[in-house]
């Protein structure tokens, strides 16, 4: 009884940026973790990038070939995360999942994932 819904995705040339959000909502009595990761068709999905849910020190990780480029950030009281993708290239065209570590009426975090949004960065 949980939901993920990433937004924001599309075609930008180059050179150009994008937002993605993703909101979970439903039964939910915490969150830790947000994150996105991408995936082409027929291979791993690989990390993009995460935001834990506290605010000391360096709560965030993004791979390297994202770091510098991509900046992820939440909203605890929307349930919300980002992605601002910037300096996009040709090679970030993936679909782009959006997940959440969700306590709601179990004892641990569940996984929750997004159905996908799509960025295509081509000219």
């Known amino acids: 009884q949980v939901q993920v819904v990433e937004s924001g995705g599309g075609l930008v040339q180059p050179g150009g940026s994008l937002r993605l959000s993703c909101a979970a909502s439903g039964t939910i009595l915490s969150i830790s973790d947000m994150g996105w990761y991408r995936q082409a068709p027929g291979k791993q999905r690989e990390l993009v990038a995460v935001v834990g849910s506290g605010s000391t020190g360096n709560n965030t990780n993004y791979a390297g070939s994202v770091k510098g480029r991509f900046t992820i950030s939440r909203d605890n009281a929307k349930n919300t995360v980002y992605l601002q993708m910037n300096m996009l290239k040709p090679e970030d065209t993936f679909i782009y999942y959006c997940?959440?570590?969700?306590?709601?009426?179990?004892?641990?975090?569940?996984?929750?994932w997004g159905r996908g949004t799509q960025v295509t960065v081509s000219s």
């Open positions: 997940y959440a570590d969700v306590k709601s009426d179990f004892r641990f975090y569940q996984r929750y």
